[in-house]
């Protein structure tokens, strides 16, 4: 199965501070015959089920807000918000698509400072 | 709103059958694929598998062999069946739809179904 491993396991940032959590993949997600990366963010906050963030890698899902930007290609993404607000306290995880067995990173933990 | 409801047992005993059930709301479950996923407590997430409406299935390899999906278009339900429990099977059950384009992102989650097994 493909691994997805995140990075780190946990995360401390002032409120309106930059986060970034990473995510690599132990084969590429890019698919050559639509250039399209086959990676989504999950964010999970506690007692509740995940809420998708970002698909194809950098493609926000709607009503997300836009300091969440997805980035990244082939075997290495990131996820970065760019001010953090206290709300974004939770876990983040990783997906990819490419072929099943869909498989998820181990998540990140996102707190404050 | 697309809206996902889990239902069945929160408890069953080692080496029985788990069955837990997913109503569609608000939506068609005609023309999905529909997923299950847990999640042990306290940790992450796993892919079970994944269901078509028209009943075509794809299963974890991990869980292929204790695994049945079942999908009632008429009651806009689909289901899971887990055999042979184990204590490691003790997970929150969340069911999910595939991405309306049908690729294998997850764009609505039911609240989750808290499932212990023990004696």
């Known amino acids: 199965d493909l691994v997805m491993t995140q990075s780190p396991d946990s995360l401390a940032v002032s409120l309106g501070e930059r986060a970034t959590i990473y995510c690599k993949s132990s084969?590429?997600?890019?698919?050559?015959?639509?250039?399209?990366?086959?990676l989504a963010w999950y964010q999970q906050k506690p007692g509740q089920p995940p809420k998708l963030l970002i698909y194809?890698?950098?493609t926000r899902e709607s009503g997300v807000p836009d300091r969440f930007t997805g980035s990244g290609s082939g075997t290495d993404f990131t996820l970065t918000i760019s001010s953090l607000q206290a709300e974004d306290v939770a876990v983040y995880y990783c997906?990819?698509?490419?072929?099943?067995?869909?498989?998820f990173g181990q998540g990140t933990k996102l707190e404050i400072k | 709103q697309v809206q996902l409801q889990e239902s069945g047992p929160g408890l069953v005993k080692p080496s029985e059958t788990l069955s837990l059930t997913c109503t569609v709301s608000?939506?068609?479950?005609?023309?999905?694929?529909w997923s299950w996923i847990w999640q042990p407590p306290g940790k992450g997430l796993e892919w079970i598998g994944y269901?078509?409406?028209?009943?075509?299935?794809n299963y974890n390899p991990s869980l292929k062999s204790r695994v049945t999906m079942s999908v009632d278009t008429s009651n806009s339900q689909f289901s899971l069946r887990l055999t042979s429990v184990t204590p490691a099977d003790t997970a929150v059950y969340y069911c999910?739809?595939?991405?309306?384009?049908?690729?294998?992102?997850?764009?609505?989650w039911g609240q989750g179904i808290l499932v212990a097994v023990s004696s």
């Open positions: 999910v739809r595939l991405s309306g384009s049908g690729q294998g992102y997850f764009d609505y």
């Open positions: 608000g939506g068609s479950i005609s023309g999905f694929y």
């Open positions: 269901i078509y409406y028209n009943g075509n299935t």
């Open positions: 084969q590429s997600l890019l698919f050559s015959s639509n250039n399209k990366n086959y």
């Open positions: 194809w890698a950098s």
């Open positions: 997906q990819h698509y490419f072929t099943a067995p869909y498989t």
